[in-house]
């Protein structure tokens, strides 16, 4: 219950293209959907989150789609460029306080073809 | 710059020893983790600290122990390194209180630890 899936586990897009990863999850408990960009050798930087009393969230070119009866979201990237090629991870966590902890899903490695 | 910072940023070393990672931020935020990120770059979390108070402590084994000497520093002393702890470990702060708080993660540039 405490798991995140996502997919895919790689993905390649031509420039300009609209890559999707999807994340889906169980536990009706969680509150919080981060995604995190990262880059070889770097940390995760978190990109964009969304609370699930709505259904979509843009930020520039990132937007997340919602779905609580499904237990499921996702990450668009609109005119995807080479320089977003990072892996990335969407998240999930629960409630307030110090107790608060990121789940993780297994990520997707992202390649933007010029 | 405002960050959190980690270091060493790559540390090899033999079976047995011991050896420390240290993190720190100027964010200030209240509550401090540490991540394990494996060869297929799962992250896992290990610790939390809240105000230097340990509050998550995610089964991991005691050789390894997580130290907050104030709210901007939190260490991760690893004993009797075995292969595999060989990994990246990734240090994050984050504001979970108070005016501001929102649970977005700051992560470091994360600590490649190889064992040999």
């Known amino acids: 219950q405490q798991q995140v899936k996502q997919s895919p586990q790689s993905l390649i897009v031509q420039k300009g293209g609209i890559p999707i990863i999807n994340c889906a999850y169980e536990?009706?408990?969680?509150?919080?959907f981060p995604w995190y960009q990262q880059f070889p050798g770097k940390g995760p930087a978190l990109l964009i989150a969304?609370?699930?009393?709505?259904s979509e969230k843009k930020e520039g070119r990132f937007t997340i789609s919602f779905n609580k009866s499904a237990k499921q979201f996702s990450l668009h990237i609109m005119d995807s460029q080479p320089g977003d090629s990072a892996t990335y991870f969407c998240a999930a966590s629960m409630g307030g306080g110090a107790t608060n902890k990121l789940i993780f899903g297994t990520g997707t490695l992202l390649a933007v073809q010029p | 710059d405002t960050a959190v910072s980690q270091t060493p940023k790559y540390l090899v070393t033999q079976m047995g020893n011991d050896k420390s990672i240290k993190c720190e931020q100027n964010l200030g935020h209240d509550t401090m983790y540490w991540y394990k990120q494996d060869s297929k770059k799962f992250l896992k979390i290990m610790f939390s600290y809240n105000n230097k108070e340990l509050i998550i402590n995610e089964t991991v084994p005691n050789r390894f122990s997580p130290k907050s000497p104030d709210k901007a520093h939190l260490n991760l002393h690893i004993n009797s390194l075995e292969l595999g702890d060989s990994a990246v470990y990734f240090c994050a702060s984050s504001l979970i209180r108070g005016e501001g708080a929102n649970y977005g993660y700051t992560f470091g540039s994360g600590t490649r630890l190889t064992v040999v």
């Open positions: 969304i609370r699930p009393d709505v």
């Open positions: 536990n009706t408990a969680f509150d919080y």
